[in-house]
Structures are given as structure tokens and as C-alpha cells.
């Protein structure tokens, strides 16, 4: 059992502690979420949990043994509790597959037989067989998440971390991805800390405890949070229709059983309207739920003349292979376009090749009808922050306007403007930005995009590991980069979170558009996912599912 006694850690001492008097058990076999706002104070106490730091005051102690007894403690804690970070980056060191994750188990001082099958075992476990000899770098953001996973795995421990280690996946893998975690626990013994935001891992757990300016809020059952404490539920995890539909069938009778999921209350409710227990009408408001996060009417600009175009775009890292095949793609100023794909399928890629970072091999990309030129298109890489890199804030803002020739008074006005934009408060400019909260240096790395005035703007992942608040601005922060003239993409794995909030989804596939239309069209086309090798999000799915039962009671 991992025990937390009464922890505490400052990092300033001119500010509140991020985590203060924190009381916690951790069993072998449970899953537990750990939720909260960013900056509650989640990643401190994961950070505990595995020895990567220490308390301030009290203690924390695995299977008795307290990291704060001596170096042999901490090697003995570490090697019992496995961290997966959200960023894989941190943590990969090795530019081969299998040496990635045999490099633990070699530390670890086993024969290469015994290396060799826990490599394999744990490659499996993520669905990477076959990956053995791939470099690493070639590896999407998703791919490379999934093997800082097996790499922690290959070790074996008696308690898993995870630090957000879901948010680069795409939605095809995150089904896998859970029943991995449940796995673990139930037929392996693992104990599992998951620090999350998504609503259905905390669904899927034994235990939430949300965290709250270092303090815990609230410790019980999913169920009894979604149910017993709505508010709260709302106010820190996120928004998802497939839950909203959750909390209606609970309310028709659905008791949790055999788990509180989406997925087995529509099941409930297929069931029950068979045999009669519920009505049509109850299935119908269900539906209306699931459509809670389904599009609504948006003004489109696809029709207008394109602010961002690529034609007939192929590009590839080496001539061997190419990861972009004839994309033929526009954007339309004051439209917002979502990009969605499986991880490796070159999303990333053609935000590059878009922005002109890269030169495509064949066809051409256009900004207002030119190539594009440095400060014509903006682009926040799926990490922003990796992006700072000047003493102040207000240098970081400063720096793309001033660059592009800005005089300063036009300087000024655009940091005022793209800071305002993101809600970065003023007091922080003259801080220094490696200082600041994961939330405010990516306020800040986004500000510094946006104060290019750009005629295009690109955001790569720009959710992941935000909040619920930090992700509604998000939202808005695209639309208004849209109402103001601009050309926008959004890449992202979520389709659900996004496809209420934009115009048009192009689903990518294997470097190719496999499907384009609006999220209306996407949400009526049963054969657009597979077209693309995707799964639909669990809200369309489920659905499908009411609508042929419904059809199904009719016939």
C-alpha cells in the first residue's frame, strides 16, 4: 500500500503550498483517478507517489518504506512505483524500440532471455508488436506515449503513475488504452494512480479524489460524484455527452451495474426496451443527450475564396516513404477546420508543411494566395511551451511582431491584444516565462503565436492536459481567431470535444483525406470513420447503437 500522511510541498515560499496536509491511501489492485483543476496540485502528489520528490512535511511510504530514509530507499520505492509523464519525450532515451524498453530491466541487472520477454510482453501490452527496431523519432506523438508506457511496464512495478499518459492518444486508442489500465489492476495486481481530465477513465476507476488547492476535495466512487455531487462533477471533469447520457439512464433506474459506464447503461437501455421496463420516449431523450456535444449550425466560409490552401501536397522525411499523399485541402477565412486521424497518420506533418515549415516534395501551399512567407501562418505545436525561450514574458510576446519589423507602439498593441486574447494576466509579463504554472507558459507560448497577426493560424493538440476551463477557452480562443478574418486548423484526436466547436472535419489516413464534410455530414455517415480506420466517438456510437434498437422496436 502506498500511504500519504499529512503531505506538504511548497515551491515558493511567496505562495500558496501545492500540496498541504494530504492524507491518501493507495491499494494494490484499484484504480484510482486523481482529478482536479490545473495547478490543484495532481502532478505534485503523483510526483510523491513514485519518490521523484520529496515532502516538505509528513510523509509518504510504499509497502512501508519511506524514500526519505536514504538513497537505497528511494532507488527501492522507485523501482516499485512506475511514472508515466504526459510529455513521452521526457522520458524516452534510447533511439531504438527495444532498447527503450529494455533499457529498465537492464539497469535492473537480467539476462538478455528475461530482457527479451518482458520487451515483447510489454510491446504487446500497447499494441506496438513489431515495432522492435523502429527509431524512436519516428514515431508519432500517440506511438511515442504508448511506448514510454511499455517501457515503464517492462519493469514490472507494483504501482503505476500515470501523469495524463493518455492525452496524446488518438480516440481509436484510448478503448485499449483503458482496458490496458483495468487490466493491470484486476488480473495483475497493480496498483494504478491516473492523473486525468477525461471523463471516462474517471468512470472506469475503482476511486476519484479531486484535488483542490493542494487539498483534497472530495474521495469516493465515480458513481457517487457523477450523481451525489453534480456540481462538482461539472465543475472539474470534462464535459462529454456520452456522460450527460450516463446521468439520464441512471436517472431512469440504471444502478451501475455491472459498471457505471456509457457503454453499459446503453446497454441497460437496449435491454430494458425489449423487454418493455422503458419507453421509446425514454430512448429518444438519451439520444438527445448523446447529441449534446453533436454539431450545431455554425456560419462556414468553405464557399469563399481559401486563406490557407494546399494542392495536391506530398511530402515525405526521406524519398523512401512519404507521410503526406496529394492533400488537396482549403480553408477559408473565418472557418475552422478540424484535422482528425489515428496517431501516425501525418496530422502533425501537414500542420508543418502548412505552415511552411516544410517544403513539400510535390503541389503547393498557399496563404492568401501566395506561398507562404514567415508570419503569414502561426503555428502552436502540440507542447507550446517547448516554443519559449527569451527572459520575460514580455520579450516572448514581443518577439515574432518585433521580427517582422512592428514599430513599437504596433508592438504594444498586439501583445495587449494577443494576451487578452488568451487570458494571460499583465502582472505576469515581466516574470520569467520558465517560472510560471504548465498553464501559464502555454497561455503565454500561444499569446506569442497569435501576436504574429497571422493570416492562418494552426493549433496542434492545443487541449491536451488542459482542464475543463483551460479547454472552453480554448474553444473560444478558435472561433475568435476565425470571427476576426483568420484561416484556422485544429488538430486533435478528441472529435468529440471538437465537433461542435468548428466547420468543417477532415479525417485523415495514412498521409491521405479519407473524408471531409461537416460535422452534421460526419455524425450521419456511418462509413466515414472506416474510410479513415477510426472508431467514432463513443457519443456517435452509442448513438447508433439506441437508433437500431429504436428501428428494431418499430419493426
Known amino acids: 500500500m502506498i500511504e500519504v500522511r499529512g503531505a506538504c510541498v511548497s515551491y515558493r515560499a511567496d505562495e500558496p503550498p501545492a500540496v498541504a496536509d494530504v492524507t491518501l491511501d493507495f491499494e494494490p489492485g484499484r484504480v484510482v483517478s486523481l482529478v482536479g483543476a490545473n495547478g490543484s496540485g495532481k502532478s505534485t502528489l503523483a510526483s510523491l507517489l513514485c519518490a521523484m520528490r520529496l515532502c516538505d512535511g509528513g510523509a509518504v511510504r510504499v509497502d512501508g518504506i519511506d524514500p526519505a530514509d536514504g538513497a537505497s530507499a528511494r532507488r527501492e520505492v522507485r523501482r516499485r512505483v512506475g511514472l508515466v509523464r504526459q510529455h513521452p519525450t521526457e522520458q524516452l532515451v534510447s533511439t531504438v524500440v527495444f532498447d527503450e524498453v529494455a533499457f529498465g530491466p537492464r539497469n535492473l541487472g537480467l539476462g538478455p532471455d528475461e530482457v527479451r520477454r518482458r520487451v515483447t510482453s510489454a510491446l504487446a501490452c500497447v499494441c506496438l508488436d513489431g515495432y522492435d527496431m523502429r527509431d524512436t523519432s519516428s514515431l508519432s506523438g500517440g506511438q511515442q506515449q504508448l511506448l514510454a508506457i511499455a517501457g515503464v511496464l517492462a519493469m514490472e512495478p507494483s504501482y503505476l503513475v500515470l501523469d495524463e499518459a493518455s492525452s496524446m492518444l488518438d480516440s481509436s486508442a484510448r478503448p485499449a488504452y483503458r482496458a490496458l489500465v483495468g487490466r493491470l489492476a484486476s488480473e495483475m495486481g497493480v496498483g494504478v494512480v491516473q492523473v486525468t481530465h477525461d471523463p471516462l477513465e474517471v468512470l472506469a476507476s475503482d476511486r476519484v479524489v479531486i484535488m483542490d488547492r493542494g487539498g483534497v476535495a472530495f474521495d469516493?466512487?465515480?458513481?457517487?460524484?457523477?450523481?451525489?455531487?453534480?456540481?462538482?462533477?461539472?465543475?472539474?471533469?470534462?464535459p462529454s455527452a456520452s456522460v450527460e447520457a450516463l446521468r439520464r439512464v441512471c436517472a431512469l433506474g440504471f444502478d451501475g451495474r455491472p459498471s457505471a459506464t456509457p457503454e453499459a447503461a446503453a446497454a441497460w437501455l437496449v435491454r430494458g426496451l425489449a423487454a418493455g421496463r422503458v419507453s421509446a420516449d425514454d430512448v429518444r431523450g438519451t439520444l438527445d443527450a448523446l447529441a449534446g456535444a453533436l454539431p450545431r449550425a455554425l456560419s462556414s466560409g468553405s464557399g469563399a475564396a481559401a486563406g490557407l490552401s494546399l494542392s495536391h501536397v506530398t511530402y515525405g522525411y526521406d524519398k523512401a516513404s512519404y507521410v503526406l499523399r496529394d492533400i488537396e485541402l482549403a480553408v477559408a477565412p473565418g472557418e475552422v477546420l478540424l484535422v482528425a486521424g489515428r496517431s501516425g497518420s501525418g496530422k502533425s506533418t501537414l500542420a508543418s508543411v502548412a505552415a511552411g515549415l516544410f517544403e513539400p516534395d510535390a503541389g503547393a501551399v498557399s496563404v492568401r494566395g501566395r506561398a507562404p512567407r514567415p508570419g503569414d501562418a502561426g503555428i502552436a505545436f502540440q507542447r507550446p511551451e517547448d516554443q519559449l525561450f527569451c527572459e520575460s514574458v514580455r520579450d516572448e510576446l514581443a518577439f515574432?511582431?518585433?521580427?517582422?519589423?512592428?514599430?513599437?507602439?504596433?508592438?504594444?498593441?498586439?501583445?495587449?491584444?494577443?494576451?487578452?486574447?488568451?487570458?494571460?494576466?499583465?502582472?505576469?509579463?515581466?516574470?520569467?516565462?520558465?517560472?510560471?504554472?504548465?498553464?501559464?507558459?502555454?497561455?503565454?507560448?500561444?499569446?506569442?503565436?497569435?501576436?504574429?497577426?497571422?493570416?492562418?493560424?494552426?493549433?496542434?493538440?492545443?487541449?491536451?492536459?488542459?482542464?475543463?476551463?483551460?479547454?472552453?477557452?480554448?474553444?473560444?480562443?478558435?472561433?475568435?481567431?476565425?470571427?476576426?478574418?483568420?484561416?484556422?486548423?485544429?488538430?486533435?484526436?478528441?472529435?468529440?470535444?471538437?465537433?461542435?466547436?468548428?466547420?468543417?472535419?477532415?479525417?485523415?489516413?495514412?498521409?491521405?483525406?479519407?473524408?471531409?464534410?461537416?460535422?452534421?455530414?460526419?455524425?450521419?455517415?456511418?462509413?466515414?470513420?472506416?474510410?479513415?480506420?477510426?472508431?467514432?466517438?463513443?457519443?456517435?456510437?452509442?448513438?447508433?447503437?439506441?437508433?437500431?434498437?429504436?428501428?428494431?422496436?418499430?419493426?
Not at 220 to 237: I, N, S, Y
Open 220 to 238: 469516493g466512487t465515480p458513481l457517487d460524484l457523477l450523481m451525489g455531487q453534480p456540481a462538482l462533477w461539472d465543475a472539474t471533469v470534462l
Open 400 to 555: 515574432a511582431p518585433r521580427n517582422m519589423g512592428a514599430d513599437e507602439p504596433e508592438v504594444a498593441r498586439r501583445i495587449e491584444h494577443a494576451a487578452k486574447m488568451v487570458g494571460l494576466d499583465e502582472a505576469l509579463f515581466d516574470r520569467y516565462p520558465f517560472d510560471l504554472s504548465g498553464g501559464q507558459a502555454r497561455r503565454v507560448a500561444i499569446a506569442s503565436v497569435l501576436a504574429l497577426d497571422a493570416a492562418a493560424y494552426l493549433f496542434d493538440e492545443p487541449t491536451a492536459g488542459l482542464d475543463a476551463a483551460g479547454r472552453s477557452q480554448m474553444h473560444a480562443l478558435a472561433r475568435a481567431c476565425a470571427d476576426d478574418g483568420r484561416a484556422v486548423i485544429v488538430i486533435s484526436h478528441d472529435l468529440e470535444e471538437w465537433m461542435a466547436e468548428v466547420d468543417r472535419v477532415a479525417l485523415l489516413s495514412d498521409g491521405r483525406i479519407a473524408w471531409m464534410g461537416t460535422p452534421g455530414e460526419l455524425s450521419r455517415d456511418r462509413d466515414a470513420f472506416g474510410a479513415a480506420s477510426m472508431e467514432p466517438p463513443l457519443n456517435i456510437a452509442l448513438a447508433r447503437l439506441l437508433e437500431d434498437a429504436l428501428q428494431g422496436g418499430a419493426r
